[in-house]
């Protein structure tokens, strides 16, 4: 039996016509503990393959060079699945989480429709999942967070692998602790994992990434040809300790495509600077895994083109959260 997410999935999923924002808190530009800086010429053994040793090689070497000199704190996990090229850096390193959470809340909701005998999603849930996703929505994200409940919320994690994830206390999601790893299991929740969502909610579920407005389809997207398919979620939140925490989740296919990247950062002086760092490793793999020629610009940007607001998106307070 296969879940049908919403009455109407049989119709073309469509952007939402009011583009509903996220709520955004404002803040200065904190002062961070200065991470020190990576190497010049850092040792290319980020990647790997059983199949594919050469490409490996050359992605370590050019991920290794897109970081020289970089000043923020990154961990990434990347995975192709044709290749078999695997890379991974501090994956295993905890991160607030900011609005990527918000994927994994997306996940729990489709598996509960799941586990409530394959049952359509309500209308309530589908407006609060299409504006959480394509516009980064928080109080639909609380919505869905608080529906879930926390138990609800650690089975899904179970199921997905994530175990090493965990979520934030006391309502506030924007603090959920993850790793690269984790992330990457959880792009694969949407993909290649058969075990925690039938095909009609993955589609869902891609769908609804393929389909972020313009300003936010920024970092793991950059210089992706145009032959594949871009789903992204990112997070992008200062706070008095490590700076900014610049995130980028994304998944990529198309014909004899299937590739996917989570990118996490912090440390970073400003948002642009935390983007321009993802969009440097992004766009190495993107040329090195679609044998594309010529290096897109890493300058900093939103998807749309302008620079970086520089304004949280508003996950969790800039200062500490009291206990």
């Known amino acids: 039996m296969t ?30 503990a200065q991470a020190a800086p990576l190497p010049a010429q850092r040792a290319a053994t980020y990647c790997t393959s059983a199949r594919s040793p050469q490409l490996a090689a050359r992605m370590s070497q050019d991920i290794s060079n897109a970081l020289a000199g970089r000043q923020d704190t990154v961990a990434f996990a990347i995975s192709d699945v044709r290749t078999g090229v695997s890379c991974t850096d501090q994956a295993t390193v905890h991160f607030d989480s900011a609005s990527v959470v918000k994927a994994t809340i997306m996940g729990a909701v489709l598996r509960r429709a799941e586990d409530e005998n394959y049952r359509y999603l309500t209308d309530w849930e589908d407006q609060n999942l299409q504006e959480m996703i394509t516009a980064s929505d928080n109080t639909a994200a609380t919505n869905l967070w608080n529906s879930l409940g926390m138990p609800r919320l650690e089975a899904f994690l179970k199921l997905a692998g994530m175990k090493d994830t965990r979520l934030g206390a006391d309502g506030y999601w924007g603090l959920t602790q993850i790793t690269a790893a984790d992330e990457l299991k959880m792009l694969d929740v949407f993909t290649d994992n058969p075990n925690v969502l039938s095909p009609a909610a993955k589609a869902y579920a891609l769908g609804l990434m393929s389909q972020v407005e313009a300003d936010q389809r920024w970092g793991t997207p950059f210089g992706a040809p145009a032959t594949v398919v871009v789903h992204v979620k990112n997070g992008w939140l200062p706070r008095a300790t490590h700076g900014w925490r610049v995130h980028s989740l994304g998944i990529f296919t198309g014909t004899d495509k299937n590739y996917r990247m989570a990118v996490l950062s912090q440390d970073n002086a400003t948002e642009e600077y935390g983007i321009d760092t993802i969009q440097a490793i992004a766009s190495v793999v993107h040329r090195d895994l679609n044998g594309t020629t010529g290096l897109p610009a890493t300058t900093p940007h939103h998807g749309d083109g302008t620079a970086a607001t520089e304004t949280s998106d508003g996950s969790a307070p800039f200062e500490a959260v009291p206990h």
């Open 3 to 32: 879940a049908i997410p919403h009455p109407r999935a049989r119709r073309p999923l469509v952007r939402l016509a009011t583009g509903a924002t996220a709520a955004l808190v404002a803040a200065a530009t904190p002062t961070i």
